[in-house]
């Protein structure tokens, strides 16, 4: 079972530049979630979708545009890269009864 | 969101027992207390939950206190590979929207020596 995938795992971006994170979870789940990480911090919540069709923000959604595009997949869009972009991304995947929540491998993003 | 307060850091030897602490004194009857740990460039992994009662699993036990405003994360015997950083989090249970969210703090960082 592949789980939580996330494309690319690494990025290099000029500022200004624009970029989309790819998520795909294979076990069903109805909610899935795009986190940040600086270094040393723990995770920040950036956008969420609860269900297929429905999408809706985090603690840090600014900079940030999100889509459900179906129940697998869950993309996080950078329309105008900032260097304070600059973070590792991680998606995850939770089932509405099944509370135990899984993540991808995360994506380097480095703006500069 | 009720927070939940841990140690930066803590230090274990291999193969003895580690007990990582959280502070959770605003917790709500609805609340689960769940821990995830974050093995380096890795993402976070779930470790164990509960609610009032201890729970075990084949990676850990949680002990919760009768009042439910502390609990304890039990590593039996610490390896190497549970060098990590420990996150203990509230979360309701999932009703849908922000309630069922996951919200991280700055968990506690576990060194095991050999």
């Known amino acids: 079972n592949a789980g939580v995938t996330q494309t690319p795992k690494f990025q290099v971006l000029k500022t200004g530049q624009s970029m989309t994170l790819q998520c795909a979870q294979d076990m069903n789940h109805n909610s899935m979630y795009w986190y940040r990480q600086d270094p040393g911090m723990g995770l920040r919540l950036i956008y969420y979708?609860?269900?297929?069709?429905?999408?809706d923000k985090g603690e840090v959604p600014n900079g940030y545009n999100v889509s459900r595009l179906n129940k697998r997949e869950f993309s996080l869009r950078l329309e105008s890269a900032a260097p304070s972009q600059t973070s590792v991304y991680f998606c995850?995947?939770?089932?509405?009864?099944?509370?135990?929540?899984?993540f991808g491998q995360g994506t380097r993003l480095t703006v500069v | 969101d009720a927070k939940t307060t841990q140690p930066n850091s803590m230090e274990s030897n291999e193969e003895e027992p580690v007990h990582l602490p959280c502070n959770h004194s605003?917790?709500?009857?609805?609340?689960?207390i769940h821990w995830y740990r974050q093995l380096p460039s890795q993402g976070p992994e779930y470790v164990i939950h509960g609610l009032t009662s201890n729970v075990n699993n084949r990676m850990a036990s949680l002990a919760i206190a009768e009042d439910r405003k502390s609990s304890t994360l039990i590593l039996h015997r610490a390896t190497l590979r549970d060098a990590a950083v420990y996150y203990c989090?509230?979360?309701?249970?999932?009703?849908?929207?922000?309630?069922?969210?996951?919200?991280f703090g700055k968990g506690t960082k576990l060194s095991v020596k050999p």
């Open positions: 995850a995947s939770l089932d509405r009864i099944n509370t135990e929540a899984f």
């Open positions: 979708s609860a269900s297929e069709g429905t999408t």
């Open positions: 605003t917790i709500s009857g609805t609340d689960y």
């Open positions: 989090i509230l979360k309701e249970l999932y009703y849908g929207g922000s309630q069922g969210n996951l919200i």
